[in-house]
């Protein structure tokens, strides 16, 4: 009687668990699709039509999207954006968290308080000042501001997580390399660094995907030449219904670049998420 | 690098403490620098900004908070910022909780939490294009009225005809619940024919056929029968209130027959449109085509009209953030100590009393931890926002970081204002600055 129950309850789970998981596939299914569809199909029907006439889908709207000059350069703005905003994060946050977790200077702790501090503030607090003095800069309009920015905004955290992982390491490891008589910066790059890799995998992960995907910071910092995609996209919304044979394969685009580094780094970037999420 | 290492012995070596001392420096002030320029000296910036005037000239004290409760845009934002803390986090927790639960009866539970958990990986402009289709109000476009009304036709039956209407002065009268019916009252033996306008003929039900032919058929004595069609002849010709040759019939249409006694009886029309009541009793009857056939089709749901927006953008924000709750609540389940749910299953404990009893208290930790962290991100949500509501049901949907953007760019051009809304959602995440703080000096020691 019991073992009945047990399965006819674990059936019910199944079946639950089934219907949830194909309530989330949906939406990302009825994007794709509807990135297959010419704008007068997506007018007139709904995409789910595309499973009894297949005829309907074809990749016309990607060609048409790699000739559009606006849509390509902001795809690669997106790229010159994200990868040296990430860099930088990792490399800047990778010193600092060294010389935060091992080495000694006035002020160490008190100033790491106020980088924990720091975790969680709004980036809205910044894009006014940060606007005023970029402009003074130069910098307001361009990719090198644009990046300044995300690193900016990005370091609290992973200084955070660099130096709690590297103050983690066996304090002899560290007094050994330095018997050996390595300069600091050879121990950085030598034993820090390679020590620290899967913290770092994390990190650039979790930076890479808040840049790849941020629209606000871009929104104010990026002009027409210098924006990335989230903007390039958001700024055809207001025609939406129109042009879905744009948005839909834009926002596909910019979201399979994602979705390749979740699938290839599951692991770094759960973790990465995990922690960032103090963010 | 024995200069190096003979240095460092020496005993005093102040030099050498003071290098050490310059290296760590050269270390931090990469990261110092910007954190200091771009993070730091804006809050401070902003602060002070908060208390002058949208042109930055004239001091005003605190006007600009109290403008902030006055303002009925900013008032709004002010209000879904707190609908948005106190229902997103609870029930995606809550949610989260459910699942990870559940998931750990099932042998894909891995695959399982891969696929809720991979909408993080995606932008929140996607997830906004992404339910701007799903949540489309027409149920021919969006995903979630298509389901909404096929739900509700399942329960409630379509209308074939919402456009239809009688001709005026031709025999029949519209009553005041939306049907029409005979004027003049038939008896068995008597045949009637109820003329129709107002339908596209791309509109009809396949197989339609002509009625010409079935309205021209005798009644029997103790029948009613007639036919509904379409009063209008393609092309021009026909004449109104009498069904020409190539007039069609009306398909599936239901028809009464009302006795004076109250009695109804009820049939459907066939593909030419006529209809039969058989075996009545003598007396006079209303013929008449009751208003469920007439019936507007239900639209479903008007997902971002005013009302709804709010919550239809929180469940979006649900597709995004369920499966970071369920893997971290998923995370904490896996530390939970198994002989104490194997006690509880030996003593005969049901699943529900040990989830009510065991595992939710054991759970409190983590469960809180998922909690602020939402709390936190819900109070900053921006993209969701600015992009799923409509242009006109913005300031219906508007939150503090879009008011924010709205007074000081978007606009509004007034950044005493704006800057204003900044430090509010500052001093929003405080609790949880100094909760960081007090956790990492602990850990510390």
Redesign the interface.
Known sequence: MNAVRRTLSSGLVQAFLVLVGLVWLTPLAGLFLSSLRSSQDSASSGWWTAFTSPGQLSFDNYSALLKNAGMTQAFWNTVLISVPATFLVVVLAALAGYAFAWLDFPGREGVFLVVVALLVVPVQIGLLPVAKLFGELGLFGTIPGVVLFHVAYGLPFAVFLLRNYFAEMPKEMLEAARMDGGSEWRIFTRLVLPVGRPAIASLAIFQFLWVWNDMLVALLFADSSSQPLTVQLQSQIRQFGSNIDVLAPGAFVSLIVPLVVFFAFQRHFVQGVMAGSVK | ??A??VKEASPPALGAVER??T???L??F???L??G???????L??IG?SFFDASGTRFVGGDNYTEMFRDPATLKAVRNTAIWVVVAPALLTGLGLI?AV??E??RWATA?K?????????????A???????Y?EDP????LN?AVVSVHDAFKGTSQYPTARAREGFGITKGTDGSYRTNKAVSPGSSVALGLVGVAPKDLPGGAEPAYAAASRKAAADEVRGVVYLDFTPGGGGKQGQVDRRESGLPQMKVEAVGDDGRTATTTTSSDGSFAFKGLDSGSYTVKLPASNFAQPYDGVSWLGPALVTPAIIGAYL?IWTG?AM??IG?GLATLPRDALEAARMDGAN?WQIFRRITVPLLAPVLTVVFV?LV??V??V??LV??IA??PVQEDATVL?TQ??LV??GGGNN?GL??A???L??LL?VP??VF??RR??RSQR
């Open positions: 690098m024995t190096t290492v050490a001392r290296i760590a420096v270390f931090a990469p990261a110092l910007l954190l320029a771009l993070v730091v000296y804006p809050v910036f902003s900004r699942l559940l998931v009866k099932v399982f891969l696929l809720l958990f991979m909408p993080m990986a995606v932008s929140f402009l996607a906004g294009i992404i339910f701007r289709l799903a489309d021919d476009k969006g995903v298509a597709w970071f893997v971290l995370a699943e962290t936190i991100n109070m900053k921006f993209d600015y992009i409509p242009g970081a924010m953007w000081s760019f950044q704006g800057s809304l900044g430090v959602l500052l995440v949880a600055m960081n703080v990492f000096r």
